[in-house]
T-cell receptor
Framework: AQSVSQHNHHVILSEAASLELGCNYS??????LFWYVQYPGQHLQLLLKYFSGDPLVKGIKGFEAEFIKSKFSFNLRKPSVQWSDTAEYFCAVSISGTYKYIFGTGTRLKVLA | DAGITQSPRHKVTETGTPVTLRCHQTENHRYMYWYRQDPGHGLRLIHY???????DKGEVSDGYSVSRSKTEDFLLTLESATSSQTSVYFCATGPPQGSYEQYFGPGTRLTVT
């Protein structure tokens, strides 16, 4: 069965530190990849997405992610985090041509002011 | 964000009682989904629908049923609520034309006592 792994469950950073959150998936075919963010008490919002083309995708609020097919990875990055980035981040995968999504268990990010 | 509403937003119920949660969308998206969110588990798919009266099970469907009689409404029913069904339930819809992502509703916090 397909799965998505987020290895960092809790991350604590100081403001202005760089961020990288890992996401790996297990499926050998073509996939669509997503990062969602959930701010405290809110619903999930799309941060960025990859379907095809340039493997480096840019999203909202200065986030970017790189798809490395050979590593089955889609890591999320931000060069300088802000206190307002405190949230839970979810990686998700859908198999191309289907509309079922598999989510990782999430990474809770706390940014200290 | 897509126009997705969920009702109720909060509910406390007793073990053994039936509960129905409602998801309503105004985006005319074909697919609708019900997830539950639990600490350490991320989002897990309960059921989804790919059209009116067309539904399928997700990974944690036991104890839940769904119905979709109109494009805009997707109901989740807990046939006989148990304490293990205490969770936050999110509805999602998608995809928008020409894309693949999902949009999420605000969530329903259900407590089964």
């Amino acid at each position: 069965a397909q799965s998505v792994s987020q290895h960092n469950h809790h991350v604590i950073l100081s403001e202005a530190a760089s961020l990288e959150l890992g996401c790996n998936y297990s499926y050998g075919g073509t996939v669509n990849l997503f990062w969602y963010v959930q701010y405290p008490g809110q619903h999930l919002q799309l941060l960025l997405k990859y379907f095809s083309g340039d493997p480096l995708v840019k999203g909202i609020k200065g986030f970017e992610a790189e798809f490395i097919k050979s590593k089955f990875s889609f890591n999320l990055r931000k060069p300088s985090v802000q206190w307002s980035d405190t949230a839970e981040y979810f990686c998700a995968v859908s198999i191309s041509g289907t509309y079922k999504y598999i989510f990782g268990t999430g990474t809770r990010l706390k940014v200290l002011a | 964000d897509a126009g997705i509403t969920q009702s109720p937003r909060h509910k406390v119920t007793e073990t053994g009682t039936p509960v129905t949660l409602r998801c309503h969308q105004t985006e005319n998206h074909r697919y609708m989904y019900w997830y539950r969110q639990d600490p350490g588990h991320g989002l897990r798919l309960i059921h989804y629908s790919y059209g009116v009266k067309d539904t399928d099970k997700g990974e944690v469907s036991d104890g839940y049923s769904v119905s979709r009689s109109k494009t805009e409404d997707f109901l989740l029913t807990l046939e006989s609520a148990t304490s293990s069904q205490t969770s936050v339930y999110f509805c999602a819809t998608g995809p928008p034309q020409g894309s693949y992502e999902q949009y999420f509703g605000p969530g329903t916090r259900l407590t089964v006592t």
